[in-house]
């Protein structure tokens, strides 16, 4: 069973950049898949971005292609998330979330062990 720890959150204003860091432990598999999911106030919890561990392969949502980059470092079983040029609408909690299946997957049903989650703010 996988566990993941969340951090790197904070406030920054709009324009700025963070990177969060999701650490893995446990039984993880080089076959799996994570992903970055966020979930602002009164909202649904939204895909943000995923990898294939073992290949890298990765997809974006919409809101944040060009913006928000994904990757991985296998030695240290930790994925990020560089976020550049925030908006106001990114503010939210953000998760990552890992599956044992080599496929990304869009839907928070798709994931089988979640971090924390941490708090991203941006002002205007």
């Known amino acids: 069973q996988a566990q993941l720890v969340e951090s790197g959150g904070g406030l920054v204003q709009a324009g700025g950049s963070l990177r969060l860091s999701c650490a893995a432990s446990?039984?993880?598999?080089?076959?799996?898949?994570m992903a970055w999911f966020r979930q602002a106030p009164g909202k649904e919890r939204e895909f943000v971005a995923g990898l294939t561990w073992k290949g890298g392969s990765t997809y974006y949502a919409d809101s944040v292609q060009g913006r928000f980059t994904i990757s991985r470092d296998n030695a240290k079983n930790t994925m990020y998330l560089q976020m550049n040029s925030l908006e106001p609408e990114d503010t939210a909690v953000y998760y990552c979330?890992?599956?044992?299946?080599?496929?990304?997957?869009?839907?928070?049903?798709?994931?089988?062990?979640w971090g924390q989650g941490t708090q991203v703010t941006v002002s205007s």
């Open positions: 979330a890992a599956r044992p299946i080599p496929l990304i997957g869009i839907g928070i049903r798709d994931y089988d062990y």
């Open positions: 446990g039984r993880m598999f080089s076959s799996y898949a």
